[in-house]
């Protein structure tokens, strides 16, 4: 068509044209270039109100309901949980083993009873259409490696560039070549394991997974047994090396979180979004409570929103089990109503605000009530999740539990540790933390060596924890087997004479109630229980590469007391949050003259403002006390402008 120039309307209409494709081009361009997770993600995830059993029919409701009611508070990403692939039948349960769908190159895919639309070989295509139609972005849960089951189905690998098998050296590489059978998943033994990335054909084979899910139209991938006690840094680098060269822009997220301290999630931050720092959350006050030294360190280590996989990475506290639930591990949809008080679900909000947590809805939206809908949407809190920074925990404050108005003394600052009663038990960390140098090795007698913590060798704290090396005479045939592979590795026994060895990974997540000394299960050959002893008096997990330590936790997180933290807000307004982790009410007060404290080149004098739950105002507050009552388990919120 020719652009005639002497008409004036038509050629305004096509400069209107090129710049509306214009927009659109840079738009596109943009988007892939765009920082990813730039703020902390939020959105929706199936497992605390469906555990693994959702429907395409309930998932897709559940996407309707936030793309209408919570997408315009930046709640965008719908994900699916784990074992979409598994057949919802008779004897299928969370760690069963034979029950999954898996195409011919043994990847899982959407179990088309529950997921109709992935019939014909399409995956999850139509419900990522589904969900981008509705403005939101659309997540699945994987786990790490590849299933067992593959394995024992022999199943050719494919190579994403022929289109074909994967051949190397001659030969077709088949799934029982790459999987790690000693490094099953330490939770879900028989669903799934590692692959070696070391191999060519293990690398081909997690291309091949991811490469299909960005061809479904995926957004946001949870992989799950790759962190935490079940670290797996080969992998997570090497996803995340794929994740960057696709065209797509995928949010990388890593689970599980339990002992992650900063020392070890430093080593894969740089290749992911976000990443899980503790164990899973449920609706126990004992849950909540337990994020709270944990998201304290993370804050100190300078984490928040360090540099991440094309963009920032977010320490995450989990989701957010409000409103309409299920139960863990349990083979049905939800139920039952959440068990915290409405002082504790705030609490949690807010501790999730904060700390910048990623913030992912678990409840039922279809049965959701306007007091979680409210909590989940309050604007104040969301401004702090997305926007806050100097997020912090606030030291300065002291806590009385004398009525209000009474004076309070200055005496008791915070940490009040003494009435903490503390016990030790086994831990991983990196292996790069000093701390984890502890380890000595004693021959009592000739026959007899152990390997010993020394921290407690003088009995502060009654029996020094040792571990005995396992003197086999007879070699079992698994011995034989892997004994070449483990060479200089260790089974760690729980006395002399039983056959109980040291696990790296404990089965039970660890909340404030459930600590022993360490995780013994009997003896067998697999990665999961071989530790090296290094001469720098490190221990290393063969499973996870993580180095054992002896920790000290309380033994009542809900004891702990008073807490706070503090952020500062976009237009330098100070949030200062106190919570109270006591089962009694209590006074906490700080000094206005404290905040400048924490907060890079400020001077305060006097701030005036208001708490958010009360509405109560504060007056101005002129070289100050900051003080009020805080329920049990409750908190209080202020939002204050100081100069
Ligand atoms: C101890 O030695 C191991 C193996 O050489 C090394 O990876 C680790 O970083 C060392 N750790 C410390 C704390 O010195
Ligand atoms: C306010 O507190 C600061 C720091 O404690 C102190 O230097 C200053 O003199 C105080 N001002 C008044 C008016 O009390």
């Given at each position: 068509?020719?652009?005639?120039?002497?008409?004036?309307?038509?050629?305004s209409f096509f400069l209107l044209l090129l710049l509306l494709a214009l927009s659109v081009l840079t738009e596109a361009s943009n988007r892939k270039d765009e920082e990813r997770a730039s703020t902390p993600p939020r959105g929706w995830n199936s497992y605390d109100s469906f555990c693994w059993t959702v429907s395409e029919e309930e998932f897709l409701h559940n996407a309707e309901i936030i793309s209408e009611k919570l997408h315009a508070q930046k709640y965008e990403y719908v994900v699916v949980d784990y074992l979409w692939y598994r057949k919802k039948v008779p004897g299928a349960y969370v760690d069963s083993l034979g029950f999954d769908v898996i195409d011919e190159w043994g990847r899982m895919i959407p179990d088309p009873v529950r997921w109709p639309s992935s019939r014909g070989g399409k995956g999850f295509t139509e419900v990522a259409k589904k969900v981008h139609s509705m403005g939101l972005k659309f997540g699945i849960?994987?786990?790490?490696?590849?299933?067992?089951?593959?394995?024992?189905?022999?199943?050719?690998?494919?190579?994403?560039?022929?289109?074909?098998?994967?051949?190397?050296?001659?030969?077709?590489?088949?799934?029982?070549?790459?999987?790690?059978?000693?490094?099953?998943?330490?939770?879900?033994?028989?669903?799934?394991?590692?692959?070696?990335?070391?191999?060519?054909?293990?690398?081909?084979?997690?291309?091949?997974?991811?490469?299909?899910?960005?061809?479904?139209?995926?957004?946001?991938?949870?992989?799950?047994?790759?962190?935490?006690?079940?670290?797996?840094?080969?992998?997570?680098?090497?996803?995340?090396?794929?994740?960057?060269?696709?065209?797509?822009?995928?949010?990388?997220?890593?689970?599980?979180?339990?002992?992650?301290?900063?020392?070890?999630?430093?080593?894969?931050?740089?290749?992911?979004?976000?990443?899980?720092?503790?164990?899973?959350?449920?609706?126990?006050?004992?849950?909540?409570?337990?994020?709270?030294?944990?998201?304290?360190?993370?804050?100190?280590?300078?984490?928040?929103?360090?540099?991440?996989?094309?963009?920032?990475?977010?320490?995450?506290?989990?989701?957010?089990?409000?409103?309409?639930?299920?139960?863990?591990?349990?083979?049905?949809?939800?139920?039952?109503?959440?068990?915290?008080?409405?002082?504790?679900?705030?609490?949690?909000?807010?501790?999730?605000?904060?700390?910048?947590?990623?913030?992912?809805?678990?409840?039922?939206?279809?049965?959701?009530?306007?007091?979680?809908?409210?909590?989940?949407?309050?604007?104040?809190?969301?401004?702090?999740?997305?926007?806050?920074?100097?997020?912090?925990?606030?030291?300065?404050?002291?806590?009385?539990?004398?009525?209000?108005?009474?004076?309070?003394?200055?005496?008791?600052?915070?940490?009040?540790?003494?009435?903490?009663?503390?016990?030790?038990?086994?831990?991983?960390?990196?292996?790069?933390?000093?701390?984890?140098?502890?380890?000595?090795?004693?021959?009592?007698?000739?026959?007899?060596?152990?390997?010993?913590?020394?921290?407690?060798?003088?009995?502060?704290?009654?029996?020094?924890?040792?571990?005995?090396?396992?003197?086999?005479?007879?070699?079992?045939?698994?011995?034989?087997?892997?004994?070449?592979?483990?060479?200089?590795?260790?089974?760690?026994?729980?006395?002399?004479?039983?056959?109980?060895?040291?696990?790296?990974?404990?089965?039970?997540?660890?909340?404030?109630?459930?600590?022993?000394?360490?995780?013994?299960?009997?003896?067998?050959?697999?990665?999961?229980?071989?530790?090296?002893?290094?001469?720098?008096?490190?221990?290393?997990?063969?499973?996870?590469?993580?180095?054992?330590?002896?920790?000290?936790?309380?033994?009542?997180?809900?004891?702990?007391?008073?807490?706070?933290?503090?952020?500062?807000?976009?237009?330098?307004?100070?949030?200062?949050?106190?919570?109270?982790?006591?089962?009694?009410?209590?006074?906490?007060?700080?000094?206005?003259?404290?905040?400048?404290?924490?907060?890079?080149?400020?001077?305060?004098?006097?701030?005036?403002?208001?708490?958010?739950?009360?509405?109560?105002?504060?007056?101005?507050?002129?070289?100050?006390?900051?003080?009020?009552?805080?329920?049990?388990?409750?908190?209080?919120?202020?939002?204050?402008?100081?100069?």
């Amino acid at each position: 068509m020719k652009l005639s120039l002497s008409s004036s309307s038509s050629s305004s209409f096509f400069l209107l044209l090129l710049l509306l494709a214009l927009s659109v081009l840079t738009e596109a361009s943009n988007r892939k270039d765009e920082e990813r997770a730039s703020t902390p993600p939020r959105g929706w995830n199936s497992y605390d109100s469906f555990c693994w059993t959702v429907s395409e029919e309930e998932f897709l409701h559940n996407a309707e309901i936030i793309s209408e009611k919570l997408h315009a508070q930046k709640y965008e990403y719908v994900v699916v949980d784990y074992l979409w692939y598994r057949k919802k039948v008779p004897g299928a349960y969370v760690d069963s083993l034979g029950f999954d769908v898996i195409d011919e190159w043994g990847r899982m895919i959407p179990d088309p009873v529950r997921w109709p639309s992935s019939r014909g070989g399409k995956g999850f295509t139509e419900v990522a259409k589904k969900v981008h139609s509705m403005g939101l972005k659309f997540g699945i849960h994987v786990m790490r490696g590849i299933s067992t089951q593959a394995v024992n189905a022999k199943t050719p690998i494919l190579d994403t560039i022929t289109g074909g098998a994967y051949e190397e050296s001659g030969r077709v590489w088949y799934a029982q070549d790459i999987g790690l059978k000693e490094k099953a998943c330490a939770w879900m033994r028989n669903g799934f394991m590692s692959v070696n990335t070391d191999l060519g054909a293990g690398k081909a084979f997690l291309r091949s997974l991811y490469q299909q899910y960005a061809s479904w139209g995926v957004d946001f991938i949870k992989n799950d047994c790759v962190f935490g006690d079940d670290l797996n840094v080969n992998e997570i680098t090497y996803v995340s090396e794929v994740l960057k060269e696709l065209d797509r822009p995928i949010l990388y997220s890593l689970s599980p979180g339990t002992s992650v301290t900063p020392d070890m999630a430093k080593a894969v931050s740089g290749s992911t979004n976000l990443y899980r720092i503790t164990g899973d959350d449920w609706d126990s006050w004992g849950d909540v409570a337990a994020h709270f030294d944990v998201a304290r360190d993370f804050a100190a280590a300078k984490m928040i929103g360090s540099s991440g996989l094309l963009g920032r990475s977010w320490p995450d506290l989990d989701m957010l089990p409000l409103g309409y639930l299920t139960d863990p591990g349990s083979n049905e949809g939800p139920h039952r109503r959440c068990r915290l008080n409405l002082k504790e679900q705030r609490t949690q909000m807010t501790l999730w605000s904060m700390a910048k947590s990623p913030l992912m809805f678990g409840g039922d939206l279809r049965n959701i009530d306007d007091t979680t809908f409210s909590l989940i949407t309050n604007p104040i809190l969301l401004e702090i999740n997305s926007y806050s920074s100097n997020n912090a925990e606030f030291p300065y404050i002291r806590k009385s539990s004398s009525p209000r108005g009474r004076k309070l003394g200055r005496s008791r600052m915070y940490p009040t540790s003494m009435e903490e009663s503390e016990v030790e038990v086994l831990g991983l960390t990196s292996c790069k933390d000093p701390k984890a140098s502890r380890w000595l090795v004693e021959e009592p007698d000739q026959s007899l060596e152990r390997i010993c913590w020394k921290e407690n060798m003088e009995g502060r704290y009654g029996e020094p924890f040792c571990l005995y090396k396992r003197n086999s005479l007879v070699k079992s045939d698994e011995e034989i087997m892997y004994g070449s592979q483990y060479q200089g590795a260790l089974h760690l026994l729980a006395s002399e004479k039983a056959n109980y060895c040291l696990n790296a990974s404990p089965r039970r997540k660890i909340t404030s109630s459930e600590f022993t000394r360490g995780s013994f299960s009997r003896c067998t050959w697999n990665a999961n229980q071989m530790w090296e002893f290094h001469s720098n008096g490190t221990l290393i997990s063969s499973y996870s590469g993580l180095c054992a330590i002896m920790k000290k936790v309380k033994a009542n997180v809900g004891a702990a007391g008073a807490r706070s933290w503090i952020a500062t807000g976009r237009s330098g307004e100070i949030y200062l949050a106190f919570f109270n982790l006591n089962s009694d009410s209590m006074v906490i007060a700080t000094e206005v003259s404290d905040l400048a404290k924490v907060l890079p080149g400020r001077s305060i004098t006097s701030c005036v403002g208001k708490e958010i739950w009360s509405g109560t105002g504060l007056g101005r507050l002129k070289n100050g006390t900051i003080a009020t009552k805080v329920g049990s388990h409750d908190c209080a919120l202020y939002v204050l402008n100081c100069n």
